[in-house]
Nanobody, 122 residues
Framework: QVQLVESGGGLVQPGGSLRLSCAASGFTLDYYAIAWFRQAPGKEREGVSCISTSTFYADSVKGRFTISRDNAKNTVHLQMNSLKPEDTAVYYC??????????????????WGQGTQVTVSS
């Protein structure tokens, strides 16, 4: 059974950091494109970052967020630094085959996690 489980969300002050994790079971992450999306209340879902053989970032997070993969733990991380109130959202990880991030922010992904809340507030 294919499953993705996110963790690491929480409440952080502006300028702070969080590291989100996306743990996979039932398949090997290394063979898939893995992306992070977020959705804030009243807003459309936004593609944040994607990792395959390369890494990709939305302009809004470039230079602040870093996506990485731990193949030994079958987990993808999203390190988020210099967080801003506008980063507040539910963050989801998603997986899709083949392992290409082309148009990741708009195309359909086959497997999704349940999401983890990130709140940036003082």
């Amino acid at each position: 059974q294919v499953q993705l489980v996110e963790s690491g969300g929480g409440l952080v002050q502006p300028g702070g950091s969080l590291r989100l994790s996306c743990a996979a079971s039932g398949f090997t992450l290394d063979y898939y494109a893995i992306a992070w999306f977020r959705q804030a209340p009243g807003k459309e879902r936004e593609g944040v970052s994607c990792i395959s053989t390369s890494t990709f970032y939305a302009d809004s997070v470039k230079g602040r967020f870093t996506i990485s993969r731990d193949n030994a733990k079958n987990t993808v991380h999203l390190q988020m630094n210099s967080l801003k109130p506008e980063d507040t959202a539910v963050y989801y990880c998603a997986a899709d085959y083949p392992p290409l991030c082309l148009d990741y922010s708009t195309r359909s992904f086959s497997s999704w996690g349940q999401g983890t809340q990130v709140t940036v507030s003082s």
